[in-house]
């Protein structure tokens, strides 16, 4: 397939329509801008999914320093306390951005905004929209808003395979649809792409997921931070649909309890209960389920018949697979669900690669740390898709670069992969697992074939993975169960990655592949 040119006259391309990739858009209104969406506009992001909501201090109790304060714990001492703090006092302003592009948020009776509760946060402070669809309605308000305005133009249908770069800066797109490829010079381009949960068997992400953004991005050579840390969410449906349809954090806000095939609850000596940090509930329901147990999730007492009226979307999941939420316990898994690494960027977004932003899920702001605080993360994309727009409005145009022909990779497809990802980078990993993993994941990535940019990924991954020496957050080594005085962020380029891959193949002894 030869590429044609597609004249955009220079404009920045935004690749992602997910949360991130629509306020982007809009926030550079009016000044032209293309927008690729790989799937009809509204539909197949990650954002898409979000039930939980959007976390600001917005009540009367609450504060921007008390979330400051929770969100820093969640991250387990790795976050950048410049970069929360700068992120949690912008989230109040936020909600009411989205309002004036028309999403509506749910209110008490007396007209306030009724603000949930979600583990490891000290107060109610999580902003719903339709109950448990959050996600939704921001991504059907804001794509509304994006056709409604004039200077956005939309391709639909859309993929980005290549980001073109000369002399270290960025100077195209190489997309591609259906029938054909085109390539559109730009010196400017933001990723919006959401995470990698479609690396890993169990996910509660789109199965497309699988760290497109970051495969972008390493491929133009830019700087990865924090890849090794991998969000499980606690309570996913356990069931053969995938994704797997999330049980919201919310629904344990309201009381609900873990329990296991005998109605014992399992967390009860824990502390803060079902209501502890993700990383440290995730872990508890994976030694049940590796000891043989079933859990379950059990609102029958807290909310019983006012489940469907709270969370509408969950109740549906939960009918389709013959359960009655109000009355029977809920079967639950972890799942992939969100990535607390990615391309390494500054307060506004800037890559280490000239001309290139990330934004959302794909980008690393430091606000994460080891291990997301729940809500932070559309609170996040909505933050910063701001000050990414102003960033990228500031740099000149400048005469659009030539692009030469340039090779497209075939489309992506991670599931060959998947088994071997989520054996070694799972909830609790190891060293041998991984260095096997990486062993069978390098001659992957280095061919132009279908899984070789999901591989490249997990590889990336993998490595960072083995770097860290210790268990922090969501990240928990079995052979290095301690934590390390001194721990830091860690940054990957490609080409790290792969002398670290290539080092490890020479001195590793002959071994089954992982398979």
């Not at 921007?64 to 714990?73: Q, S, V, Y």
């Not at 703090?85 to 007396?110: C, H, Q, S, Y």
Request: hydrophobic residues 45%; proline residues 6%.
């Amino acid at each position: 397939m030869t590429p044609t040119i597609l004249d955009i006259g220079g404009a920045p391309v935004i690749i992602g329509a997910g949360v991130a990739g629509l306020m982007t858009a809009l926030h550079l209104a009016p000044e032209p801008v293309v927008l690729l969406s790989s799937t009809p506009l509204g539909t197949g992001s990650c954002s898409a999914f979000a039930q939980g909501g959007l976390a600001a201090s917005v009540g009367c109790d609450d504060g921007a320093e008390l979330h400051l304060c929770d969100t820093l714990a969640a991250g387990d001492n790795l976050c950048d306390q410049a970069a929360v703090r700068r992120i949690v006092e912008a989230a109040p302003k936020a909600i009411g951005t989205l309002e004036r592009f028309g999403v509506v948020f749910d209110r008490t009776p007396d007209g306030a905004l009724r603000l949930g509760l979600e583990a490891a946060h000290s107060y109610r402070r999580i902003v719903h929209a339709a109950g448990d669809a959050t996600g939704r309605e921001l991504v059907g308000a804001l794509a509304a808003a994006v056709r409604r305005t004039a200077s956005i133009t939309v391709l639909e249908g859309m993929e980005a395979r290549r980001l073109v770069v000369e002399d270290g800066a960025i100077a195209g797109v190489l997309a591609v649809g259906d029938t054909d490829a085109i390539t559109m010079a730009t010196s400017r381009v933001v990723l919006a792409t959401g995470g990698i949960g479609g690396l890993f068997c169990d996910t509660t992400n789109p199965l497309g997921s699988f760290g497109h953004g970051l495969a972008l991005a390493a491929c133009a050579g830019a700087e990865l931070a924090d890849l090794e840390f991998v969000q499980f969410h606690p309570t996913a449906l356990d069931g053969p649909r995938r994704p797997m349809p999330l049980i919201s954090e919310a629904v344990r806000g309201e009381g609900a309890v873990l329990i296991d095939e005998h109605g014992q609850r399992f967390l009860a000596d824990t502390p803060c209960g079902e209501l502890a940090p993700r990383d440290v509930v995730a872990r508890a329901v994976w030694h049940q389920i590796a000891a043989g147990r079933s859990v379950f999730l059990d609102a029958s007492k807290c909310l019983g018949p006012q489940f469907d009226k709270r969370f509408p979307a969950i109740a549906h999941f939960c009918r389709e697979a013959d359960i009655d939420p109000a009355a029977e316990p809920i079967p639950v898994r972890p799942a992939a669900h969100y990535h607390m690494g990615g391309v390494a960027v500054d307060a506004v977004g800037r890559s280490s690669v000239e001309g290139l932003w990330a934004c959302g899920e794909v980008a690393c702001t430091g606000l994460h740390g080891a291990n997301r605080l729940a809500s932070n993360s559309l609170t996040e994309a909505v933050v910063t898709a701001n000050w990414v727009a102003e960033s990228v409005a500031r740099v000149s145009q400048g005469c659009p670069p030539r692009i030469v022909s340039t090779l497209v990779p075939p489309r992506p497809d991670a599931s060959c992969i998947r088994p071997v990802v989520s054996k070694a980078l799972g909830i609790i990993r190891d060293g041998e697992t991984l260095r096997q993993a990486v062993t069978t994941l390098l001659p992957i990535a280095t061919h132009n074939a279908a899984a070789s940019d999901p591989a490249l990924v997990a590889l990336m991954i993998a490595i960072a993975a083995l770097r860290r020496e210790e268990s922090r957050g969501s990240h928990c080594r079995s052979d290095f169960p301690g934590r390390d005085a001194d721990a830091r962020p860690s940054r990957l380029t490609l080409k790290m990655a792969m002398q670290a891959a290539v080092a490890l193949g020479w001195r590793a002894p002959k071994k089954e592949l992982l398979i």
